[in-house]
């Protein structure tokens, strides 16, 4: 999962430097007043968030299937936890009923 977070933020911070140069040179409009740094960062969002979806699915795969994998291990965990409270509570009840 980190590694698809810094590959998200490295598209990202490439994007950025995309079209903060592309702003700088006039071919993207500048912000009104001192919004120019705010536009920048939401044109880079926008632009980097298809470029994302595209270019990391195989990455964004891998991720949830390892967070697949974790949560049915901790359901599994869960489960044995809940079967052997059972046996323990039935084995006690047994004992207190045969004494």
């Known amino acids: 999962m980190l590694r ?3 590959m998200r933020l490295g ?6 430097l995309v079209v903060w140069g592309l702003v700088f040179a006039g071919v993207f409009p500048r912000g009104f007043g001192a919004s120019n740094f705010l536009w920048v960062l939401l044109l880079a969002m ?4 298809p470029i994302s979806f595209v270019v990391l699915r195989k990455e964004r795969d891998r991720a949830s299937a390892r967070i697949v994998q974790r949560v049915d291990r ?3 965990n ?6 052997q409270e059972d046996l323990t509570d ?3 009840r047994t004992q207190g009923q045969t004494s």
């Not at 598209?11 to 950025?16: D, K, Q, Y």
């Open 4 to 6: 698809y977070t810094l």
């Open 11 to 16: 598209i990202f911070a490439g994007c950025l």
């Open 46 to 49: 926008v632009i980097s968030a």
């Open 74 to 76: 901790a359901k599994a």
């Open 78 to 83: 869960l489960e044995a936890s809940r079967n």
């Open 90 to 92: 039935d084995a006690a």
